[in-house]
Each structure stands twice: as C-alpha cells, then as structure tokens.
C-alpha cells in the first residue's frame, strides 16, 4: 500500500486516480480547509471512505497537513462499470467485509484459478490492495477485476433485479452447498472474518448455504471456504 501525504498531493492524486484510492484519513479539525472539503466532495462521487481521527494518528506522518491516502495498487471500478459487467457475467463473488490483505490475496487467486474475475467489495470494512494481497494473489490480480460499492445490500438488489440468485455463505447455513441447484446467475456472498454476514445483506438471500463437516468443527479459513464454494459451483453449474 502507498501512501499519499499532504493537501495538495491527496487534491492532485483523487482528481487524476480516484479509482486507487483505498481511503482518506483526515484530521477531525473543527475547520477544515477548503481543499479539503474538495477532496472529501470527490471522495464522495467514487465511493472512497472517509475517515476522521485525532490528531495523534499523524504524529507518524511528517508533514501530512492533517491528511493522508492510502492507495491501492490497483484501480477498483465503481458501480457504473460493475452495471455493465452483471450483463456478462454468471458468478460473482461479493464480501459484506474482508479485512486480511492475505485473505483477500488468496480469494482473487482461487476465484481466478476457477475462471471468475468479478469480486465486490464495500468501500467500508474492507482492506486495501497493497503489497500483501498482490502477493497473496500470486499474480491473479492482473486478471480479476475489484469493484466497490457503497453498499453491499443495494448491490444485492440490483443484482436481483437483474437476474442473479444470492446464495450467503454461512456456518450455520440451511442447506448444503452440495444440494443447492447452481443453474442460472449467482451471487456469492461471504462474510467478513469475525462477524459473518450482517442482518442488512442477509435479507436479499435466496439461500443459506454451508459447507458440510463431518466431525461439525466450523473454522475454515474463509479464503479455503471461498475455494470450496467455487470448486463446487464450477463443477455443476452452467459457467
């Protein structure tokens, strides 16, 4: 991950590579200077988090001005260009939060290595694409494309209105990932790490699924459960 320091450098960064900022962290001054309104308004059009600290958060950050970026290495499209992709696309995976860069790293390379290259992410809870995903990724991150959206259960709805099945991924889930029939567009909804899928996103799925255990021990890590989930949706469904 890179870091962009100072007003002038986060203004010319966002108003040139909007799509590779991860998030802005500002110093919550009670005046803020007018740039800053401007980047924040811009931040706003793409979706980009803003965060608001104290003043201690940049005692590490020389000459920041109050304000920083962290960047992606790669560019997250938005939900304009993710609207053209639900036309050609039959699976897609979406996190209601993921915060491990390793974890996100081995997704992208698991969903490349089954043939799917359209992940959602939120722009909130969610870690940015440095060094330890790309690594992760053992260079899938070439070919799978992130977007971000705003929110998470919009974007179920969307993607319902356009044809596509959710199916959440959960421990407890109704049914077994075994038995669910997987014809047709779906959405692949996982939760983050420590908390699973909140209540918003939860009420737009079609299905609970779970990954069955023979000795019930529910602690898979979630990128070997993502695989998993792929393995099976790539082996019977009509992808």
Known sequence: MEIIKGINPVYEFI?????????IIVRNDKKLNSKVFEIIKEAKK?????????????SKYKNSQGIIA????????????????????????????????????AVI????FFGV??????????TSIGDAVSKSSAGAITYVQPYRVKSIPAFLKLAKDKGFKVACAESNGSE????????????LLFGSEDKGI??????????SVKIESPTNFESLNLSVSVSIFLYEFTNESNL
């Open 15 to 23: 108003k040139k590579k909007p799509q590779k900022i991860h998030k």
């Open 46 to 58: 793409f979706d980009i988090h803003i965060q608001r600290v104290g003043q201690h958060f940049f």
């Open 70 to 105: 962290e960047v992606n290495l790669v560019s997250l499209k938005g939900e304009k260009e993710l609207l053209k992709k639900l036309k050609d696309t039959q699976l897609i995976i979406a996190f209601d939060g993921i915060q491990d860069p390793r974890n996100l790293g």
């Open 109 to 112: 390379r698991s969903a490349w």
């Open 117 to 126: 290259d359209t992940i959602v992410l939120p722009s909130k809870r969610v």
């Open 176 to 187: 077994s990932i075994k038995n669910l029939k997987k014809t047709g567009k779906f959405v």
């Open 198 to 207: 909140s209540s918003e996103p939860k009420k737009y799925c079609d299905f």
